[in-house]
């Protein structure tokens, strides 16, 4: 008798995990069950655990990919304004990219910043660093764009950086209800005028 062997795995990886990042970003973590991810994914929920080990783990890897393909292409030649404008910009293009019919689905980690309760703590924990990132990301853009036009009266890029990141939550949580694209820019450009 010849011994079993295990089936090779004969998928793309970072396909499977840009599929299941987009079952997140439309469903929420929450809303994202094995019954919607193996479909989008191409594998049964068995193929999910052996090769992620969980839905949580699954979930890190997706925000992770996420992360990066909305770093992606932001900086570069620009200056720190238009790399802030490019990133506003992005983040609302991404939202409204959806089949016509279907409300906006905003960003992947904000939505995911606001079901931090429900996540396990490592879950959690990346959640809060992408944040941080992000924060910080904001904040030297808005440091370094003073530096080129000082604006003594604003409040300080530490402070402009969190108000960008609430913005951003804005524009996210309003894409999601339906809001249209004016209503997403008004929100970037009232923001945007504070750097």
Request: net charge positive.
């Amino acid at each position: 008798m010849l011994p079993l062997v295990a089936r090779p795995k004969s998928f793309d990886r970072g396909a499977v995990v840009a599929s299941a990042m987009q079952v997140f970003w439309r469903e929420g973590y929450q809303g994202a069950s094995l019954s919607s991810l193996g479909p989008a994914m191409g594998l049964q929920p068995g193929s999910i655990y052996a090769t992620f080990g969980s839905k949580e783990a699954l979930f890190r890897e997706a925000l992770s990919a996420y992360s990066a393909l909305v770093r992606e292409g932001v900086d570069g030649d620009h200056g720190p304004r238009a790399i802030l404008e490019r990133w506003f910009a992005r983040l609302i293009d991404a939202a409204l990219d959806v089949p016509d019919g279907e409300l906006g689905r905003g960003c992947l980690l904000l939505a995911s910043a606001v079901e931090t309760p429900r996540l396990d703590p490592e879950s959690a924990a990346q959640v809060r660093r992408e944040l941080d990132a992000l924060e910080a990301f904001l904040r030297r853009c808005v440091a370094a764009e003073r530096r080129r036009s000082p604006r003594p009266d604003a409040p300080g890029p530490a402070a402009t950086a969190r108000l960008l990141v609430a913005s951003l939550a804005g524009i996210s949580a309003l894409s999601r209800a339906g809001a249209p694209r004016r209503t997403l820019e008004d929100v970037a450009n009232a923001a945007l005028a504070l750097v």
